[in-house]
T-cell receptor, first 112, second 112 residues
Framework: KQEVTQIPAALSVPEGENLVLNCSFTDSAIYNLQWFRQDPGKGLTSLLLIQSSQREQTSGRLNASLDKSSGRSTLYIAASQPGDSATYLCAVIPNRDDKIIFGKGTRLHILP | NAGVTQTPKFQVLKTGQSMTLQCAQDMNHEYMSWYRQDPGMGLRLIHYSVGAGITDQGEVPNGYNVSRSTTEDFPLRLLSAAPSQTSVYFC???????????FGSGTRLTVV
């Protein structure tokens, strides 16, 4: 059974730093992987989606990479800002006929 | 393009009351699903639908009912509310092949 893990559960870094959020999954045979952002009391906002055939996707200061063989994805945030403070969730779709599986997220706090 | 719309945003119920959480999407997505999010538990799948007239149970279906009479709408019914159903509820939709998910903004439900 596919499991998605995000470590650490919480992270605080000073403003301006580049940072990496980690996501690991137990079964390397995935269809695609999606990163979400959730602000307190709000819904999930999709950040990036990586198809199984892709190695990375970029959007602005965000870059997500995918290494299926090692069962890992990373979300790189460049030049962090206080507005980046949120919970970041990684989710895996095992195959095109299967349901999305979420990690429990990393709560990120950017210190001004 | 509204995406996924959930109503209401907040609701307080008394134990034993029933209510319906509404979810509508305008992206012509075949797949729709309901999740609840509780502290430390992550997102848990309640019910899902792969198309109009087809629904199925997720991880935590007890106490909830769904129907899918149209592609656009996927209401979640609480039959007899219990304090254990206090949670934040999210509706999500996706294409039939699960290529990326879109979430609503959530309904915060308190059962007293």
């Amino acid at each position: 059974k596919q499991e998605v893990t995000q470590i650490p559960a919480a992270l605080s870094v000073p403003e301006g730093e580049n940072l990496v959020l980690n996501c690991s999954f137990t079964d390397s045979a995935i269809y695609n992987l999606q990163w979400f952002r959730q602000d307190p009391g709000k819904g999930l906002t999709s950040l990036l989606l990586i198809q199984s055939s892709q190695r990375e996707q970029t959007s602005g200061r965000l870059n997500a990479s995918l290494d299926k063989s090692s069962g890992r994805s990373t979300l790189y945030i460049a030049a962090s800002q206080p507005g980046d403070s949120a919970t970041y969730l990684c989710a895996v779709i095992p195959n095109r006929d299967d349901k999305i599986i979420f990690g429990k997220g990393t709560r990120l706090h950017i210190l001004p | 393009n509204a995406g996924v719309t959930q109503t209401p945003k907040f609701q307080v119920l008394k134990t034993g009351q029933s209510m319906t959480l509404q979810c509508a999407q305008d992206m012509n997505h075949e797949y729709m699903s309901w999740y609840r999010q509780d502290p430390g538990m992550g997102l848990r799948l309640i019910h899902y639908s792969v198309g109009a007239g087809i629904t199925d149970q997720g991880e935590v279906p007890n106490g909830y009912n769904v129907s899918r009479s149209t592609t656009e709408d996927f209401p979640l019914r609480l039959l007899s509310a219990a304090p254990s159903q206090t949670s934040v509820y999210f509706c999500a939709s996706s294409t039939a092949n699960h290529y990326g998910y879109t979430f609503g903004s959530g309904t915060r439900l308190t059962v007293v």
